[in-house]
Protein backbone atom coordinates (compact mmCIF):
# COMPACT_ATOMS: atom_id res chain seq x y z
CA UNK A 1 0.00 0.00 0.00
CA UNK A 2 2.66 2.37 1.19
CA UNK A 3 4.61 1.66 -2.65
CA UNK A 4 2.00 2.40 -4.48
CA UNK A 5 1.43 5.77 -2.67
CA UNK A 6 4.87 6.73 -2.91
CA UNK A 7 4.46 5.53 -7.08
CA UNK A 8 1.16 8.18 -7.41
CA UNK A 9 3.61 10.58 -5.55
CA UNK A 10 6.44 10.47 -8.02
CA UNK A 11 3.77 10.67 -10.88
CA UNK A 12 2.95 13.74 -9.79
CA UNK A 13 6.08 15.35 -8.85
CA UNK A 14 7.73 16.45 -12.30
CA UNK A 15 4.30 18.91 -12.42
CA UNK A 16 6.26 20.89 -9.88
CA UNK A 17 9.63 19.99 -9.01
CA UNK A 18 11.21 18.95 -12.24
CA UNK A 19 9.77 21.86 -14.00
CA UNK A 20 12.16 22.85 -17.29
CA UNK A 21 13.43 26.28 -17.13
CA UNK A 22 11.71 28.84 -19.07
CA UNK A 23 13.19 30.40 -22.91
CA UNK A 24 14.52 33.53 -20.83
CA UNK A 25 15.66 31.10 -18.16
CA UNK A 26 17.60 28.91 -20.71
CA UNK A 27 18.60 32.16 -23.00
CA UNK A 28 20.28 33.60 -19.90
CA UNK A 29 22.04 29.93 -18.92
CA UNK A 30 23.47 29.90 -22.25
CA UNK A 31 24.51 33.32 -22.42
CA UNK A 32 26.60 32.94 -18.79
CA UNK A 33 28.49 30.01 -19.82
CA UNK A 34 29.44 31.61 -23.09
CA UNK A 35 30.12 35.12 -21.80
CA UNK A 36 33.78 35.33 -22.23
CA UNK A 37 33.54 34.42 -25.87
CA UNK A 38 30.25 37.35 -26.36
CA UNK A 39 32.35 39.89 -24.57
CA UNK A 40 35.58 39.16 -26.87
CA UNK A 41 33.29 38.83 -29.93
CA UNK A 42 35.82 40.86 -31.80
CA UNK A 43 37.83 37.09 -32.15
CA UNK A 44 35.01 35.76 -34.66
CA UNK A 45 32.42 38.44 -34.69
CA UNK A 46 30.17 36.57 -37.43
CA UNK A 47 30.16 33.22 -36.06
CA UNK A 48 29.37 34.73 -32.97
CA UNK A 49 26.74 36.92 -33.55
CA UNK A 50 25.32 34.27 -35.38
CA UNK A 51 25.01 31.83 -32.56
CA UNK A 52 23.72 34.19 -30.48
CA UNK A 53 21.08 35.40 -33.12
CA UNK A 54 19.97 31.90 -32.76
CA UNK A 55 19.78 31.93 -29.12
CA UNK A 56 17.53 34.79 -29.06
CA UNK A 57 15.70 33.57 -32.14
CA UNK A 58 14.44 30.78 -29.46
CA UNK A 59 13.13 33.42 -27.09
CA UNK A 60 11.37 35.24 -29.86
CA UNK A 61 12.05 34.88 -33.63
CA UNK A 62 12.31 39.26 -33.77
CA UNK A 63 14.66 39.60 -31.00
CA UNK A 64 18.08 40.88 -31.82
CA UNK A 65 20.76 42.72 -30.02
CA UNK A 66 23.54 45.45 -29.74
CA UNK A 67 26.91 45.61 -27.69
CA UNK A 68 28.52 48.67 -26.58
CA UNK A 69 32.34 49.01 -26.76
CA UNK A 70 34.15 47.70 -23.69
CA UNK A 71 33.79 50.92 -21.29
CA UNK A 72 36.43 52.79 -18.67
CA UNK A 73 34.75 50.48 -16.01
CA UNK A 74 35.70 47.08 -18.18
CA UNK A 75 32.45 46.54 -18.77
CA UNK A 76 30.06 46.04 -21.77
CA UNK A 77 26.12 46.75 -22.04
CA UNK A 78 24.29 44.54 -23.91
CA UNK A 79 21.18 46.03 -25.45
CA UNK A 80 18.12 43.59 -26.08
CA UNK A 81 16.23 45.00 -28.68
CA UNK A 82 12.69 43.97 -30.16
CA UNK A 83 14.04 45.10 -33.73
CA UNK A 84 11.33 48.22 -33.53
CA UNK A 85 8.69 45.03 -33.73
CA UNK A 86 5.80 46.12 -31.47
CA UNK A 87 4.54 42.96 -31.19
CA UNK A 88 7.95 41.71 -29.72
CA UNK A 89 7.99 44.08 -26.85
CA UNK A 90 6.92 41.66 -24.63
CA UNK A 91 9.23 38.96 -25.22
CA UNK A 92 12.10 42.19 -25.00
CA UNK A 93 10.59 42.96 -20.95
CA UNK A 94 10.10 38.93 -20.08
CA UNK A 95 13.58 38.60 -20.87
CA UNK A 96 15.19 41.86 -19.39
CA UNK A 97 13.37 40.56 -16.53
CA UNK A 98 15.44 37.62 -15.92
CA UNK A 99 18.65 38.53 -16.68
CA UNK A 100 20.73 37.86 -13.63
CA UNK A 101 23.24 40.42 -12.07
CA UNK A 102 26.64 39.65 -14.20
CA UNK A 103 29.76 42.26 -12.99
CA UNK A 104 30.79 42.25 -16.83
CA UNK A 105 27.89 43.39 -18.89
CA UNK A 106 24.96 46.00 -18.17
CA UNK A 107 21.84 44.40 -19.22
CA UNK A 108 19.37 47.42 -21.03
CA UNK A 109 15.85 46.24 -22.90
CA UNK A 110 15.36 48.53 -25.99
CA UNK A 111 17.92 50.45 -28.28
CA UNK A 112 18.66 53.64 -26.24
CA UNK A 113 18.63 57.55 -27.05
CA UNK A 114 22.37 58.33 -27.91
CA UNK A 115 23.74 61.74 -27.36
CA UNK A 116 25.87 62.75 -29.85
CA UNK A 117 24.45 60.72 -32.28
CA UNK A 118 26.20 58.51 -34.26
CA UNK A 119 27.16 58.27 -37.69
CA UNK A 120 25.56 54.63 -39.10
CA UNK A 121 26.59 52.40 -41.36
CA UNK A 122 24.23 49.86 -42.47
CA UNK A 123 24.28 46.63 -45.67
CA UNK A 124 27.62 48.54 -47.04
CA UNK A 125 26.34 52.16 -46.95
CA UNK A 126 27.97 55.18 -44.70
CA UNK A 127 25.09 57.99 -43.97
CA UNK A 128 26.78 60.79 -41.28
CA UNK A 129 24.28 62.10 -39.00
CA UNK A 130 25.15 65.93 -39.74
CA UNK A 131 23.67 65.41 -43.22
CA UNK A 132 20.20 63.77 -41.52
CA UNK A 133 17.50 66.36 -41.03
CA UNK A 134 13.94 66.07 -39.51
CA UNK A 135 10.64 67.92 -39.03
CA UNK A 136 7.57 67.04 -36.84
CA UNK A 137 4.15 67.59 -38.60
CA UNK A 138 0.85 66.94 -36.82
CA UNK A 139 -0.45 62.73 -36.87
CA UNK A 140 -3.70 61.55 -37.44
CA UNK A 141 -3.59 59.92 -33.99
CA UNK A 142 -3.50 63.06 -31.72
CA UNK A 143 -1.51 60.90 -29.46
CA UNK A 144 1.52 60.29 -31.77
CA UNK A 145 3.66 62.66 -33.16
CA UNK A 146 4.52 62.04 -37.26
CA UNK A 147 8.29 62.53 -38.78
CA UNK A 148 9.76 63.77 -41.89
CA UNK A 149 13.49 62.36 -42.55
CA UNK A 150 15.36 64.00 -44.81
CA UNK A 151 18.39 61.78 -45.79
CA UNK A 152 20.70 63.25 -48.99
CA UNK A 153 20.44 60.96 -52.00
CA UNK A 154 17.16 59.16 -50.85
CA UNK A 155 14.72 58.63 -53.80
CA UNK A 156 11.35 57.41 -53.92
CA UNK A 157 12.81 54.06 -55.63
CA UNK A 158 14.81 53.85 -52.42
CA UNK A 159 11.97 53.03 -49.84
CA UNK A 160 11.70 49.40 -50.15
CA UNK A 161 15.79 49.33 -49.56
CA UNK A 162 18.02 49.83 -46.89
CA UNK A 163 17.42 53.50 -46.48
CA UNK A 164 14.37 52.89 -44.57
CA UNK A 165 15.94 50.87 -42.12
CA UNK A 166 18.69 53.55 -41.69
CA UNK A 167 15.66 56.19 -41.08
CA UNK A 168 14.43 54.01 -38.48
CA UNK A 169 18.10 53.52 -36.56
CA UNK A 170 18.54 57.36 -36.69
CA UNK A 171 15.38 57.42 -34.91
CA UNK A 172 16.03 54.93 -32.33
CA UNK A 173 19.88 56.86 -31.72
CA UNK A 174 17.92 60.29 -31.59
CA UNK A 175 14.64 59.20 -29.68
CA UNK A 176 15.28 55.67 -28.40
CA UNK A 177 13.39 52.42 -29.52
CA UNK A 178 10.57 52.48 -27.45
CA UNK A 179 9.73 56.11 -27.65
CA UNK A 180 10.04 55.51 -31.71
CA UNK A 181 7.50 52.62 -31.62
CA UNK A 182 4.65 54.30 -29.09
CA UNK A 183 4.89 57.58 -29.42
CA UNK A 184 5.78 57.56 -33.38
CA UNK A 185 3.26 57.49 -36.11
CA UNK A 186 3.71 58.45 -39.36
CA UNK A 187 7.32 58.34 -40.99
CA UNK A 188 8.28 59.70 -44.30
CA UNK A 189 11.65 59.99 -46.18
CA UNK A 190 12.42 62.81 -48.13
CA UNK A 191 15.60 64.19 -50.23
CA UNK A 192 16.75 67.86 -49.50
CA UNK A 193 14.88 68.49 -52.58
CA UNK A 194 11.34 68.13 -51.07
CA UNK A 195 9.34 71.27 -50.56
CA UNK A 196 9.41 70.33 -47.40
CA UNK A 197 12.88 70.93 -46.56
CA UNK A 198 12.49 74.26 -45.62
CA UNK A 199 10.53 73.50 -42.39
CA UNK A 200 13.53 70.85 -41.37
CA UNK A 201 15.98 70.84 -38.01
CA UNK A 202 19.47 69.11 -37.60
CA UNK A 203 18.78 65.56 -36.38
CA UNK A 204 20.21 66.56 -33.21
CA UNK A 205 18.01 68.71 -32.57
CA UNK A 206 14.54 66.48 -32.95
CA UNK A 207 15.08 64.91 -28.91
CA UNK A 208 13.83 68.40 -27.64
CA UNK A 209 11.35 69.13 -30.41
CA UNK A 210 9.86 65.73 -29.69
CA UNK A 211 9.82 65.88 -26.25
CA UNK A 212 8.05 69.33 -26.42
CA UNK A 213 5.56 68.49 -28.71
CA UNK A 214 4.86 65.22 -26.15
CA UNK A 215 4.68 67.99 -23.33
CA UNK A 216 7.88 66.24 -21.58
CA UNK A 217 10.20 69.28 -19.32
CA UNK A 218 13.61 68.64 -21.08
CA UNK A 219 16.32 70.36 -18.97
CA UNK A 220 19.86 68.94 -20.50
CA UNK A 221 21.16 66.65 -22.79
CA UNK A 222 19.97 63.15 -22.32
CA UNK A 223 22.67 61.60 -20.33
CA UNK A 224 22.33 57.78 -21.24
CA UNK A 225 24.33 54.69 -21.23
CA UNK A 226 27.54 54.73 -23.17
CA UNK A 227 26.87 58.06 -24.67
CA UNK A 228 29.52 58.98 -27.35
CA UNK A 229 29.85 55.12 -27.96
CA UNK A 230 28.80 53.69 -31.09
CA UNK A 231 26.97 50.24 -30.76
CA UNK A 232 28.02 47.13 -32.62
CA UNK A 233 24.64 45.54 -33.97
CA UNK A 234 22.93 42.85 -35.48
CA UNK A 235 22.09 43.60 -38.80
CA UNK A 236 19.28 41.43 -38.66
CA UNK A 237 15.93 43.06 -39.98
CA UNK A 238 13.01 40.56 -39.79
CA UNK A 239 10.58 42.88 -41.46
CA UNK A 240 10.37 45.49 -44.42
CA UNK A 241 13.01 48.01 -44.28
CA UNK A 242 10.45 50.54 -46.02
CA UNK A 243 9.33 53.10 -43.66
CA UNK A 244 6.06 52.95 -41.99
CA UNK A 245 5.99 49.33 -42.24
CA UNK A 246 8.62 48.15 -39.79
CA UNK A 247 5.86 48.02 -37.09
Known sequence: MKLAALILVAALLPMTMFATD?????????????????????RD?????????????????????????????????????AGGIKAAF??????????????????????QRRFPINDLEYAGRKVKSGDVHCAIFKDEDPKKVGIMIFLDGYTEKDKASV???????????ALGEYDVETHVGSIVLFNRESKYFEHAHPLSELPAHFDEKLGRKR?????????????????KNSTSSAAGSRR
Do not use: C, M
Open 90 to 111: PSVEALYAAAPKLPKWTILKYR
Open 45 to 81: RDAIFDRLSGALNKVHRDLTFEFSPVRKDGTREFVIS
Open 219 to 235: TSEPDGPANGSRPIRSE
Open 163 to 173: WGQIGYLFLDE
Open 22 to 42: TKEQAFWKWFESNQDALFHFE
